[in-house]
């Protein structure tokens, strides 16, 4: 056995028994085909964040679309308005894909975090028998003891003109001792049937290599594709009342009533007035 790192205190890769190493050559072999979307699958013991990295790769021309970085821990993992993700080695599957969507206008790239979360959702919900539901934009919620909680959230990123690069975490086995935050939950506390992460990843990737392709085909309309409908069926954010914290360091709340064409939250204010919300952060004020 071959330690995992020097800086790492606690010995070697098999140190926790009950959260082994990810397969690659069975990933590769479950997903990297001839006509699909997956080019190559790696992964890592240990990096700071497989999104800059993999952005990184993409900016030199060292990686193409359907390449997946995958990392058995993040040392500085990132989720929205740069807040760090941190999670004990291999508790969770925390991944990156590049995508370099030709066929869909710039202008509706802005979906890709919302079709990832309704994929990773999905390939969940299949693998793992757990039910999940989407918190606008980008977080993945399960219930823990009667109680809604994060247990992934997605960042999209530019990677040069032409390619997006998309970051997943998700928290598998980790345990209530070791929540970040009260609010934090894993598909282990929520009931998980399988907690095995190959399975769950090859289950996730395949409903992300599916939704993906019919976006695609779709010419990026969201509509047209089915992926509105079915984000909006699977949010927790609509039909709640909310409040929108805003870049400026303002907000605003109301009930959050749709999802628009370009994948905005539309919040009803009061007296027929709606706001279409981009960016922020949402506070789900009214449980479901």
């Known amino acids: 056995m071959t330690p995992r790192d020097a800086a790492d205190a606690g010995g070697g890769r098999w140190s926790d028994l009950d959260r082994?190493?990810?397969?690659?050559?069975?990933?590769r072999r479950g997903l990297v085909r001839e006509g699909g979307l997956w080019t190559g699958v790696d992964v890592v013991q240990r990096t700071g964040s497989t999104n800059s990295d993999l952005v990184a790769a993409a900016s030199a021309g060292r990686a193409v679309e359907g390449a997946v970085l995958v990392a058995e821990e993040q040392t500085t993992g990132r989720g929205r308005l740069d807040r760090r993700w941190t999670a004990p080695p291999r508790s969770g599957l925390f991944f990156s894909v590049?995508?370099?969507?030709?066929?869909?206008?710039?202008?509706?790239?802005?979906?890709?975090?919302?079709?990832?979360?309704?994929?990773?959702?999905?390939?969940?919900?299949?693998?793992?028998?757990?039910?999940?539901?989407l918190k606008w934009p980008n977080d993945l919620l399960v219930t823990v003891g009667g109680e809604e909680r994060k247990a992934g959230g997605i960042l999209a990123e530019r990677a040069g003109e032409s390619a997006v690069v998309v970051g997943v975490g998700v928290n598998v086995t980790l345990r209530a001792e070791e929540l970040p935050v009260p609010q934090a939950g894993s598909l282990a506390l929520?009931?998980?049937?399988?907690?095995?992460?190959?399975?769950?990843?090859?289950?996730?990737?395949r409903s992300l290599e599916e939704w993906y392709g019919r976006w695609r085909e779709a010419g990026g309309d969201p509509a047209r594709c089915g992926l509105q409908e079915t984000y909006a069926a699977g949010c927790a954010t609509l039909g709640r009342t909310v409040r929108a914290e805003l870049p400026g360091d303002w907000s605003i709340v109301g009930e959050a009533v749709a999802v628009d064409g370009d994948g905005r939250l539309v919040i009803a204010t009061g007296e027929g007035v709606q706001e279409p919300v981009g960016a922020g952060d949402i506070v789900h004020l009214r449980p479901a």
């Open 20 to 27: 082994p190493p990810l397969n690659v050559t069975a990933l």
């Open 98 to 133: 590049l995508l370099t969507p030709r066929e869909a206008p710039v202008s509706h790239w802005g979906w890709l975090p919302l079709l990832t979360g309704v994929a990773v959702a999905t390939g969940l919900s299949k693998a793992a028998g757990v039910d999940t539901a």
């Open 190 to 205: 929520a009931g998980a049937v399988s907690t095995d992460r190959d399975t769950l990843l090859r289950s996730v990737l």
